[in-house]
């Protein structure tokens, strides 16, 4: 689709940590221009591959600022922004603006399962609210996750309450019908629905989405943006097909500590391995399967500089 | 059970606020107060009733400092102190601390879902270790909202490993064996069960259990004050069939905006129904089932101050 802010392929880009388990900004801002050099578009920092609920509210923003220091285009940023609560939504969102981020990718108030669609509304009616500014806001459908989906008549209410708004979302229910649906409904408004599964990339292109926002996207962003730039020409079928069989490979293990072990062999950087519990760094075996899986995807990482 | 420091009935505490969402702090001491002089041996304060994921960081810790510079005795509350992520788990949990509590209510990191009982340990163990400090911790076991079941076999993991530091836990499963296996297997070390629904007091109390953390105590509390001190005698049979019945009629509508409009009723103020969203106030329909069930148990609140 044509406007879309993020179009294209966008890394929920990983979260690397020293030793003691702060974050190392210096070596997040190397991999976030590996990843624009490599094929991304966009960078959304600060999602559940980024581990932002295992980080402090003062971390995440200083992940932000401290990204924008080190020359990190704010522009090409998605930083996710929610949390349990509108307070502290608020107070990141209004953040990732003053960082210079054109939006902000929101995930329900997870922690109170099934909320009534009058209840989800009131919240973000008041979240955007409260925000004011000019950052546009994508909703994070992610219901095995956060155990509340957001439905095509919520996001209609939602947008029809809150004009110009609300620019798109990402689906992260590996459901192809469930992101149609959104696509059906939006995508001729300017609605921007990025799959959050690589294997969907090429089939909701077809019909109109954005492109893409994927943990994966860490390690397989330059087949991803093959996919992107020539969906619609005789290569798109083979790169699809390599494109998720890297999707298979990082989902045959613990997804973000196996991300985290395909960048650190990739770097030659054992540090990358260092992750918050309740994750737990890899296995000797499962790295084992998953690289012997990942190679044989075809798919070979460009060196990092 | 003897030497609890938290023995009895305990309120998972309201938390007011104004008609902008701010938390009332005077409306919140004054509550406070009237449940210490009705029966409450404590204050759970910033629970899931307390609508603690409902507030931004900052303002769980105003709440600690504000109900305690308005003389509510701090070694009678036990805040919810827990977060999704360790940074924010333990600066809470200092501040716990450093407000003068002796306990704090700790949820497992939430938002993930089904994380091994290696990464839960290596969680807990992280969290009690910077916390340092002289403070008891204790769980929350409530996988119906965190997803995340605390077991016997984990528990005596933490509890080895954290010699003194794992003080007890609320059970809210609602499941009277989940309970008795944690009051069997721990109570005679002197860890602490609470039941998290009143309908299960007596039965735990009878088991060697330390008594209950409920939300219902914010309007029942003298009915389970009775229970408490009168478990072995002849009136707690007939106590704990009121006090099972005002469970039923605050479960009959959602919960916290019931017992808010309880509250509100009881105080003749208003601003009592002030709920953040995703909760809304009760309807016209829902809260006459409320008062009609309610006031069918037979429990008749003491008049505010």
Known sequence: MKDALYGGVNAAVLTPMHADLSIDLDRMAAHCRWLLANGCNGLAVLGTTGEANSLGLDERIAVLEGLVERGIPAARMLPGTGTTNITDTVLLTRAAEAAGCRGALLLPPFYYKNPSD?????????????????????????????AVPFTVSFIDRLRSANPGKVKGLKDSSGDYDNALAYVEA???????????????????????SAGCITAAANVNCAIGARVYAGWQGPDAAAAQTMLTATRKAVTSVPLIPGLKALVARNTGDAGWHNIRPPHLKLTEAQQAVLFNTFDASGVRLAKAA
Do not use: C, H, M, T
């Open 186 to 208: 939006f995508a001729d408004d300017g609605f921007e629905v990025y799959a959050g599964d690589d294997s969907l990339l090429k089939p909701l292109l077809e019909k109109g």
């Open 118 to 146: 009058d209840g989800l509304l009131a919240y973000f009616n008041e979240v955007i609210q409260r925000v004011a500014g000019d950052i546009r806001l994508y909703l994070y459908n992610f219901p095995q996750q956060s």
